[in-house]
């Protein structure tokens, strides 16, 4: 599929059938990932693909215990919010796969010649860690769409990171940034509405 017919056709899918996504299919969707550009090319990320329903259900387990402690405030909204919430951020468990994307802190430049800390230079870069994340995540996400497959970009589980990560095994230096679903998308479904060009365009000449 052309890049252009790629992007246009990627939706957040959240509904799969139970067909399983292929190991070697994972694995280059993890290979395109590591491809996307990082600060300094640190390339801090790895990423686990996760197929056992069990370890998915007890992960999805945590996050809505997590979503049912956060204190709920005095509207009458609360509680839908909170299970439409709920929702968006257990729905992996019905995925055939996720992948867990885990980052370890990259060394700045910066860091060998300015008394600031990691965290303070961080900031100050407008936290390239996460906007390095966030192209390899896409890339997952087009060739998700390339290779056949649906995927959704979840953060609302990251809630209950500490969690998910002990049942992961995840240790420092590393920590979990976010999951991607991936599945066959078990209807099709219609791209959202965007804004159009005009609206998010500005030509500074
Ligand atoms: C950083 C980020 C976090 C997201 N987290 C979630 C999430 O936790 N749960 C979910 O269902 N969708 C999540 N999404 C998907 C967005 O809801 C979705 O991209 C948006 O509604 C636009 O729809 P589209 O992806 O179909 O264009 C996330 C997207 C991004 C970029």
Not at 16 to 22: A, G, M, R, S, Y
Not at 84 to 103: D, G, K, L, R, S
Request: net charge neutral; aromatic share 8%; charged share 25%.
């Amino acid at each position: 599929m052309d890049l252009k017919q790629t992007i246009e056709k990627r939706a957040s899918i959240r509904n799969f059938t139970d067909e399983k996504v292929p190991v070697e299919d994972l694995k280059e969707l993890i290979r395109r990932a590591g491809l996307a550009p990082s600060v300094n090319n640190s390339q801090p990320w790895k990423f686990y693909a996760v197929t056992n329903k069990d370890i998915l259900s007890k992960m999805a387990i945590k996050v809505s215990e997590k979503i049912k402690e956060l204190p709920s405030n005095q509207s009458i909204a609360s509680k839908n919010v909170k299970s439409q919430v709920e929702w968006f951020a257990t729905f992996f468990e019905n995925a055939p796969a996720v992948i867990a994307m885990v980052m370890e802190d990259y060394e700045s430049v910066l860091e060998k010649g300015v008394n600031l800390s990691h965290d303070e230079i961080n900031k100050l870069r407008n936290f390239p860690d996460m906007q390095s994340a966030g192209a390899a995540i896409q890339n997952i996400l087009l060739s998700a769409v390339d290779l056949g497959y649906g995927a959704c970009w979840l953060s609302a589980p990251m809630m209950a990171k500490e969690s998910l990560e002990k049942i992961l095994d995840i240790e420092s230096p590393y920590h979990l940034i976010a999951f991607v679903a991936v599945g066959k998308a078990s209807r099709e479904l219609q791209s959202r509405s965007k804004k159009p060009v005009d609206e998010i365009f500005k030509l500074i000449d």
